[in-house]
């Protein structure tokens, strides 16, 4: 499998590809981001490792911090977390509420914001020292020490994040949160806030390409976890989008509103990509393209 080969045609292909969307403005600490940038970084089970572009620059990982916080909430709780969240795609916006009330404050699934803000709870309610555990779960993962978050972002959502209350309060109100939502909130603003390289994210998402096991050979969680873990990724990892992500790149995966997708091939390799402009849905164009390009010319996807 030649890999390098591949992500520098990827480079080069995605430089040219037209510049559709635009840096997200939910989060006003976001908006000077270059729309520009592009990084893509591959950790491949062989050991190989490729980047190009800008695969080292830190990244406002946003919705991708929902994949950890879920990974940690299950190693933690196991199949008890499905009592409060559900695990069906809900082909609707990421910080939807319509749903919500229908369904009597379960939400579809642990990847659209209501569902992150239960999980958040969760671990409110399981961690002694809730955010530096946190933290201290994706060093681990990642291998890297210095991963941190950006206080500055945290608290720019803080002040502008009217729909996360709403959806925080409104899952109170059934019953589905055990702590002040304020601080619920305060966690997972922090959590979306974290700031990771291409390089990261790759080496943090490698235990879900591995059969449970980090690059340093910790087990995080078991093969059958693994398994749940990349189905909902495949099925919920890019909302209302997810079914064309599937279509067009055939991998599970994750994005967030900072332009990062991070997809796994399960015992092949661990992918980041790093593009800021966002198309309607709130998923990366560039790096969805650039994925896409990736499985093509690989020749490989989970189908
Ligand atoms: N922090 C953002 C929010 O809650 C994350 C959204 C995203 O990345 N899709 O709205």
Request: aromatic share 10%; charged share 25%.
């Amino acid at each position: 499998m030649n890999y390098q080969k591949t992500i520098e045609e990827i480079y080069v292909e995605s430089q040219e590809f037209p510049k559709i969307g635009e840096v997200s403005a939910s989060i006003p600490e976001l908006k000077n981001i270059s729309p520009d940038k592009f990084g893509i970084f591959i950790s491949t089970h062989e050991g190989t490792e490729f980047g190009k572009g800008d695969f080292q620059e830190k990244i406002s990982i946003q919705s991708v911090s929902k994949v950890f916080t879920l990974c940690l909430a299950f190693s933690i709780l196991g199949e008890k977390i499905w009592q409060r969240v559900n695990v069906e795609p809900s082909g609707n916006a990421f910080n939807s509420l319509v749903q919500l009330e229908n369904e009597k404050g379960i939400p579809r699934n642990p990847f659209i914001n209501a569902g992150a803000i239960v999980i958040a709870d969760i671990l409110l309610s399981h961690l002694k020292n809730p955010k530096e555990d946190f933290l201290e779960f994706i060093r681990e993962i990642s291998g890297k020490k210095n991963i941190q978050f950006n206080q500055k972002v945290a608290l720019s959502e803080k002040q502008t994040g009217y729909r996360n209350f709403a959806l925080g309060n409104f899952l109170k109100s059934f019953g589905n949160i055990e702590n002040k939502v304020e601080d619920v909130l305060d966690f997972y603003f922090h959590q979306c806030s974290v700031e990771m390289t291409c390089e990261e994210l790759a080496h943090a998402f490698y235990f879900l390409a591995n059969e449970g096991k980090t690059k340093s050979g910790k087990t995080i969680l078991n093969k059958s976890q693994i398994k749940r873990l990349n189905a909902l990724m495949l099925t919920c990892g890019f909302y209302d989008e997810s079914g064309e992500f599937a279509y067009k790149v055939g991998l599970p995966g994750k994005s967030g509103i900072g332009g990062a997708i991070v997809a796994v091939l399960p015992r092949k390799f661990a992918v980041a990509t790093w593009s800021p402009r966002l198309n309607e849905k709130g998923n990366s164009e560039a790096g969805m393209y650039a994925l896409e390009l990736l499985t093509t010319k690989l020749g490989i996807s989970i189908f």
